[in-house]
T-cell receptor, first 114, second 117 residues
Framework: SQQGEEDPQALSIQEGENATMNCSYKTSINNLQWYRQNSGRGLVHLILIRSNEREKHSGRLRVTLDTSKKSSSLLITASRAADTASYFC??????????????FGKGTKLSVIP | DAGVIQSPRHEVTEMGQEVTLRCKPISGHNSLFWYRQTMMRGLELLIYFNNNVPIDDSGMPEDRFSAKMPNASFSTLKIQPSEPRDSAVYFCASSYAGRGFSGNTIYFGEGSWLTVV
């Protein structure tokens, strides 16, 4: 079953605006990651935030994590047409036998209109 | 760094035929994953290997699917016989973990787009 659920499913904004995507999950996690997928391509890792971190920045990306609410958000500031893609959150949780499993949500499809 | 390499990129096959998808992980990575992506079900983990050993294959849909990793630089996912509902994008991904998959970043290939008619 899906661990992370993104919201909204689709988002359309004008170039220059900020885009915010949310992710909710159900069980305890080791870390949470965000990936981007351009149409017809594989997923590319954007940023990882550990369960003991609350906020992380990378360029125009800002990720927050609230473990009490089991939720995360990805903010893309000053969006560009090239940011048009699907964005997935992935939660890493202990799956037993000394290993972790990374489970992906269904993604938010972001369209940035020039 | 060449990244994760998958082949074929696109395959169209007839129902009942055998399909073999291939993957070369990033050199030095010791965890390898096969995912399937469809519009309806999103991205599903089919199986993952650690140090060439299958660790979790609970996501493999049924006996028609099998995966092997004969060495650290090669893996295959086989579907026999294929059915139209197997049409999807199949991704291979790899990661480095000291001991078992530790939830680190994983690196995806560009995918194999399978259509079964």
């Amino acid at each position: 079953s899906q661990q992370g659920e993104e919201d909204p499913q689709a988002l359309s904004i004008q170039e220059g605006e900020n885009a915010t995507m949310n992710c909710s999950y159900k069980t305890s996690i080791n870390n949470l990651q965000w990936y981007r997928q351009n149409s017809g391509r594989g997923l590319v890792h954007l940023i990882l935030i550990r369960s003991n971190e609350r906020e992380k920045h990378s360029g125009r990306l800002r990720v927050t994590l609230d473990t009490s609410k089991k939720s995360s958000s990805l903010l893309i500031t000053a969006s560009r047409a090239a940011d048009t893609a699907s964005y997935f959150c992935a939660t890493s949780a202990y799956s037993g036998a000394g290993s972790y499993q990374l489970t992906f949500g269904k993604g938010t499809k972001l369209s940035v209109i020039p | 760094d060449a990244g994760v390499i998958q082949s074929p990129r696109h395959e169209v096959t007839e129902m009942g035929q055998e399909v073999t998808l291939r993957c070369k992980p990033i050199s030095g990575h010791n965890s390898l994953f096969w995912y399937r992506q469809t519009m309806m079900r999103g991205l599903e983990l089919l199986i993952y290997f650690n140090n060439n050993v299958p660790i979790d294959d609970s996501g493999m849909p049924e006996d028609r699917f099998s995966a092997k990793m004969p060495n650290a630089s090669f893996s295959t996912l086989k579907i026999q016989p294929s059915e139209p509902r197997d049409s999807a994008v199949y991704f291979c991904a790899s990661s480095y973990a000291g001991r078992g998959f530790s939830g680190n970043t994983i690196y995806f290939g560009e995918g194999s787009w399978l259509t079964v008619v």
